[in-house]
């Protein structure tokens, strides 16, 4: 994330005036680049994470309680359904039992603060400055990264579908090969993707209400296996002669995608925090109860023993984008009509020489729809 102020006169003015010893022209100055900044690093935040790739936004005034309607989502026959959010920043998201009708969503903020010498405002150092603003971005994004992907690990965690082939109708499934990812493996996460995509009526949606598998986020080492599948024989048998090579055009298209960002149609994103012993990876492992061990038993567990200390397993992540089953209410300033706002911090007094800003806004996480989200641990 870079945040980089353009070198105009307006702004070097601006910054200069931030710096003054006259309270009033400080003050004033603070209060327009507040106003200035704001819709700045609301769009650093909505374009930077990758929890704003798998939630939608549902804005609300700001001191409104947000409610979405389940009765439009789902078919009247399902009775009770589960969701999944967190009350708290941080907290433990928790799964709640809702009945085919208004659900309310609880909210809260998140904010951060800056501060720097208003003497480097005086020497109108830009580069000062836009470290400030973008540590300020950072420590939002940071903490809406955590909350978001904590409601998407327990969703998983927790999700039954009948459905579902897997494990006790769970969403998770074990890969072919211990500690290695396949060809076979996304195929049958494919599968049983398209067979949890059905429309509310439990048939086959119509158009593009629902695609199938569309993202995969995985470790760097998984990321690693998948360009292997260029120069590494798929072998789903097994003995080691029977090895079978992917086409030759698959094999080049990977190889001229270096990176390789896409494959059968799903988009791979490789996230540092996922893969053995990783933050996102230790969460999952932290969410999952003694009667959701991955394929056994509390005695004989195959995967994520909970009684073991270390553990070689890792969780690859699987969601449908076109469901619009994460969502993310957020709330809507009635000042400045977006949802990250700026103000001036003034804690400060005239003989510390300094100035700052706090910014913050106000969102909730939620799953309404777990059929969205399938796991693979390796």
């Known amino acids: 994330m870079k945040l980089k102020l353009k070198n105009t006169p307006e702004q070097v003015e601006l910054i200069r005036a931030l710096g003054s010893k006259d309270p009033h022209i400080a003050a004033e100055a603070a209060s327009a680049f507040a106003a200035f900044i704001g819709p700045v690093i609301q769009k650093v935040i909505a374009t930077a994470g990758t929890a704003n790739l798998i939630f939608s936004d549902v804005s609300y005034d700001e001191d409104d309680s947000p409610s979405y309607p389940l009765d439009l989502y789902y078919n009247e026959n399902e009775g009770y359904v589960t969701t999944w959010s967190q009350n708290l920043a941080g907290g433990m998201p928790t799964s709640q039992v809702e009945g085919v009708q208004e659900m309310k969503i609880a909210t809260y903020r998140l904010d951060s603060a800056v501060s720097f010498m208003k003497k480097y405002a005086r020497k109108s150092r830009l580069d000062v400055i836009s470290k400030a603003l973008e540590r300020m971005a950072q420590e939002i994004l940071i903490k809406q990264e955590r909350n978001a992907w904590a409601v998407v690990l327990k969703a998983l965690a927790e999700a039954s579908t009948s459905h579902s082939s897997a494990y006790n109708n769970g969403h998770i499934l074990l890969s072919d090969t211990e500690s290695k990812f396949g060809v076979n493996d996304l195929s049958r ?102 009667s959701q061990l991955i394929g056994g038993t509390v005695s004989t567990p195959a995967a994520f023993d909970k009684t073991t200390a270390a553990t070689g397993d890792e969780i690859i992540v699987g969601l449908d984008a076109s469901r619009e089953a994460f969502i993310r209410p957020v709330a809507q300033q009635h000042d400045s009509g977006g949802t990250f706002v700026t103000l001036p911090d003034d804690q400060f007094v005239a003989r510390a020489d300094k100035t700052g800003f706090y910014g913050f806004l106000e969102e909730g996480r939620v799953c309404i729809d777990a059929k969205a989200i399938l796991g693979m641990v390796v």
């Open 189 to 290: 996460m494919l599968t049983i993707m398209r067979r949890l995509s059905t429309s509310w009526s439990g048939h086959t949606p119509a158009g593009g209400d629902s695609y199938g598998l569309t993202d995969l986020y995985v470790s760097p080492e998984i990321k690693q296996e998948i360009r292997g599948f260029a120069y590494n024989a798929m072998n789903d048998y097994a003995t080691e002669n029977e090895a079978i090579a992917l086409p030759d055009d698959i094999r080049s298209d990977i190889y001229r995608a270096a990176g390789t960002n896409e494959i059968y149609g799903v988009r791979i994103s490789d996230l540092l925090e996922l893969g053995v012993g990783k933050k996102y990876n230790t969460l999952f492992h932290s969410f999952l109860g003694a």
